[in-house]
């Protein structure tokens, strides 16, 4: 909203201004009358002073119209905030695509197995290892043994949960 106040404000000053250059031409006009202009040194500087008061006339106009399109025409100021929900989306997704990228970079130089493992795991956070099992078909010491490289890796964090355990990725992705 600056551009707004910014246009009252000019506007506002060329009012005034223009009162004050139309009295003075008013003046101006009277005092030639009174002089009733011949050709004397006094009329010409009369003339003069008119001439000049029609230029700033003019300069007064631009300066008013200037401040008309400011307050009423001036579209250039938006609603930031759609914009910023907008940014924090797609920093959100930017963020999430390169966590993705990460894990498929990890993903690479593990063997099937691994990878169904730690697919699996980052499918549903906190899955058992009783139902990795059944997930990736593989024996249940398969299973355990992938976890415990996993874990020395600090790949995964498992904790315990009644005769099983429950497995986590760790906050590097």
Aim: glycine share 6%.
């Amino acid at each position: 909203m600056e551009t707004k106040k910014l246009g009252f404000l000019i506007v506002g000053m060329s009012i005034i201004l223009g009162f004050i250059m139309f009295s003075y031409m008013n003046q101006l006009n009277l005092q030639g009358q009174q002089l009733q202009c011949n050709p004397t040194k006094e009329c010409q500087q009369v003339n003069s002073l008119l001439g000049t008061s029609h230029i700033a006339v003019g300069v007064l106009s631009f300066i008013f119209a200037l401040g008309f399109y400011l307050l009423f025409f001036n579209k250039s100021e938006v609603d930031v905030s759609k914009y910023n929900d907008a940014l924090e989306k797609i920093q959100e997704e930017k963020m999430q695509k390169t966590d993705e990228d990460k894990f498929n970079l990890l993903l690479r130089p593990l063997d099937g197995n691994e990878r169904k493992v730690l697919m699996s795991v980052k499918e549903q956070e906190g899955v058992t290892q009783s139902t990795l099992k059944y997930r990736t078909n593989l024996s249940k010491a398969k299973v355990s043994q992938i976890l415990m490289d996993f874990e020395k890796k600090n790949l995964v964090a498992r904790k315990a949960k009644g005769k099983t355990y429950e497995v986590f990725l760790t906050e590097n992705f």
